[in-house]
């Protein structure tokens, strides 16, 4: 198997475990007494929850890398990293909203769970903006970084929130406060989507690799002939 | 009435596949987005080379 193959392989088997453990949610997992059939979005929004959060840490490492060593492998995984994290957290929200509204009446509450989660959405798809507003590579890499660095403030503040504040939302979901009956579809989603995301993240990389190779190399030999052509 | 007991959620399935679709949609619709710009990007950088 080639050494490009990877992220491929993790892609698939990512989602494959999530097939499982969604079909064992939905199908086989009994009902939660109090929420009943509605508890079952936890096997998708937890694993979400989880994820966005570990692939903005993902960000916040490749930032302090990026600006204390330099290099571009890093400002790709960090482009990215943003880009998925911003797309998890998105979706969290959307799968927040369905859940609140059986549960707690309203699909949206900015109670202090939830209005973390929005301002990560927003913070981090501003710095994704960021990145294609400013053209100078060099300026893009370190505004970029020092964004995250900033904005991953927001990501503790988000895990913490429902014990630091009084929220709506429930505790974090933990092995502890988990029900046993629940663990095993809960966890080969959190797996599956993991492998998604590290599939699609070192895609993500390489995507914006190669673009920011294309900026910096010369243009193709019919480009160089129109453009002296232009001059003349 | 319905005999539920009260604080007890009855039915709500509706909502439990709007929340597997709208993750199925936007995980796989991500993928193909990541995976259709990887190949483009590919396929111009090897045409420039």
């Known amino acids: 198997m080639g050494k490009g193959v990877w992220p491929f392989v993790m892609a698939g088997l990512g989602l494959a475990l999530l097939a499982w453990g969604s079909t064992w949610g939905l199908a086989f997992a009994p009902r939660e007494t109090y929420m009943g059939e509605v508890q079952r979005i936890m096997y998708v929004h937890v694993p979400t929850a989880w994820n966005a959060m570990l692939v903005l840490t993902f960000a916040f490492a490749c930032a302090l890398v990026s600006l204390l060593r330099g290099g571009w492998t890093w400002d790709a995984r960090l482009e990215a990293a943003i880009e998925a994290g911003v797309v998890l957290s998105g979706l969290v929200c959307?799968?927040?909203?369905?859940w609140a509204r059986p549960t707690w009446g309203v699909w949206w509450d900015w109670d202090p769970r939830l209005t973390t989660t929005a301002v990560l959405l927003f913070a981090f798809g501003g710095i994704l903006a960021l990145r294609q507003f400013v053209e100078d590579p060099v300026k893009r890499a370190v505004w970029s970084a020092v964004a995250v660095v900033i904005a991953y403030v927001d990501v503790p503040?988000?895990?913490?929130?429902?014990?630091?504040?009084?929220?709506?939302?429930?505790l974090q979901s933990t092995p502890e406060t988990v029900s046993r009956a629940f663990h095993w579809p809960l966890r080969i989603n959190a797996f599956g989507v993991l492998f998604l995301l590290i599939g699609l993240v070192e895609l993500r990389a390489?995507?914006?690799f190669l673009r920011r190779e294309a900026e910096s190399a010369p243009p193709p030999p019919g480009r160089m002939a129109e453009a002296l052509g232009g001059v003349r | 009435m319905n005999g539920a007991p009260a604080g007890v959620i009855q039915g709500g399935w509706e909502y439990v596949v709007a929340a597997y679709v709208a993750s199925a949609v936007i995980l796989l619709g991500y993928a193909f987005s990541v995976f259709w710009r990887y190949r483009r990007a590919r396929s111009r950088r090897d045409t420039a080379l």
Not at chain 1, 94 to 98: D, L, R, T, V, Y
Not at chain 1, 160 to 169: E, G, P
């Open chain 1, 157 to 170: 503040l988000v895990y913490f929130s429902v014990r630091w504040w009084n929220s709506l939302h429930q």
């Open chain 1, 206 to 208: 390489r995507l914006a």
């Open chain 1, 94 to 98: 959307i799968q927040g909203s369905i």
